[in-house]
Every structure is written in C-alpha cells, then in structure tokens.
C-alpha cells in the first residue's frame, strides 16, 4: 500500500525567510512520481513542483525546491525567501505506476507567512 | 490561464436523497479524477474516466456512486442515496496526459448530508 506522511499539521515563518515542509512516503515501487500542491485560502489547490523518481536531480521552481532523498523515502519542500502569498495548505502528493493515475495525498501542512 | 470549475460550491442535502456534482474540466484534458476530503482526514482518490469510462476505481466508489461526461463539456459525479457519512468536500480534477503528469483541481464542492 502506498502512504504518504507530513508529520507537520502547522507551520510558521517571518517574510522573506526560509522554511521547509517534510513528507515521507511509502512504497515498494522504484517509478513514481512525487508532487506538492498548494491551496490558498478558499482556493483551490495549484501544483507547486514535481519530481520524477527516477531523476535524482532535485526539482526546483523558482522560490521553491525539494530535498527528495530516495532511499529515505523523503520529499521535503523548501521556500526560500518567504512572501505573504505563499500562506497556504500544502499537500504532498504521491503517484505509482501500479496505481496509474490515482493521487495519494498527505494530510496536508498549514503554512502561514507572518509579516 | 485554463480553470476547472465545479457547481455548487455547497450543497445541503437530506440523508438517502441523491444529489449530483458537476465539474467542467479543461478543453483539451482527457483524464478526469473525482477526489473527495471529509473533514480532518487526506484526501482520498474516488474515480479516473478516460474516453468516455472508468479506468480506475478505489473502494470507497461503490455502487453508490457513478460517473459521466454527458456532453463533452461537463463531468458529473452522481451519489444515488446519500449517506450521513459522505458529507466531505468532492473535487474534480482534469489532466491532458496519463501517469505521472500533474492533475489540475477544481475548488471543490462541499457536500452536507442531514
């Protein structure tokens, strides 16, 4: 079964500083693919970055990037320079080649910005 | 830049009525996703449909439930007799491509069953 874990349900930071969401993960598949999503208040939720499994580079955008550490089965997302914007709901998402096109999702971690 | 949307945003419902959910993906997208959060908890994977039937299914999307493009624009998700226990937020996503590329979200419908 695949699971995905963000041990962190809130989080704050001062603008303009960095922070970093955690996520783990689980599962005995070697192709996936990993996201974050973003979901602002009352909207719905944008994809922030994605990383491809196989690719041991780490994805960035940005502001944003992830410290994806396969063997350790770790995916975590880091915002640097921190902006008022970025106050949100992040979710770490997961999907597998042998579950096609289905989404796990983590329970999600509520970042707030504080000016 | 392209939105799904989905109608209502809420919906307040009467247990064992049915009630059906209505999302407009995006134009081009082939794959369309129904997901669903009840409070406090992840959210879950309900349903994909790729031309025109479903491709994958959990187990939370039994015979209660049931899906459908009836025009080429709109993708419904329809729950036959509701259940206290389906009260969550339902959201549609849409993709262009298959496994593995990012799957757009709509804002959701927030289901209240009674």
């Known amino acids: 079964a695949q699971t995905v874990t963000q041990s962190q349900p809130e989080m704050s930071v001062q603008e303009a500083e960095t922070v970093t969401l955690s996520c783990t993960y689980d599962?005995?598949?070697?192709?996936?693919?990993l996201f974050w999503y973003k979901q602002p208040p009352s909207r719905q939720m944008i994809l922030v970055i994605r990383?491809?499994?196989?690719?041991?580079q780490n994805a960035t955008e940005n502001r944003f990037s992830v410290n994806f550490q396969k063997a350790a089965k770790s995916f975590s997302l880091k915002i640097s320079d921190s902006q008022l914007g970025d106050t949100a709901m992040y979710f770490c998402a997961f999907v597998a080649s042998n579950t096609g096109n289905q989404f796990y999702f983590g329970t999600g971690t509520s970042l707030t910005v504080i000016p | 830049e392209p939105e799904v949307t989905q109608t209502p945003s809420h919906q307040v419902t009467q247990m064992g009525q049915e009630v059906i959910l209505r999302c407009v993906p995006i134009s081009n997208h082939l794959y369309f996703y129904w997901y669903r959060q009840i409070l406090g908890q992840k959210v879950e994977f309900l349903v994909s449909?790729?031309?025109?039937?479903?491709?994958?299914k959990s187990e939370i999307f039994d015979d209660q439930f049931s899906v459908e493009r009836p025009d080429g624009s709109n993708f419904t998700l329809k729950i036959r007799s509701t259940k206290l226990e389906d009260s969550a937020m339902y959201f549609c996503a849409s993709s262009e491509r298959d496994y593995g590329y990012e799957q757009y979200f709509g804002p959701g419908t927030r289901l209240t069953v009674t």
């Open positions: 990383q491809e499994a196989y690719k041991q």
């Open positions: 449909f790729y031309n025109n039937e479903i491709s994958e």
């Open positions: 599962t005995s598949e070697s192709n996936y693919y």
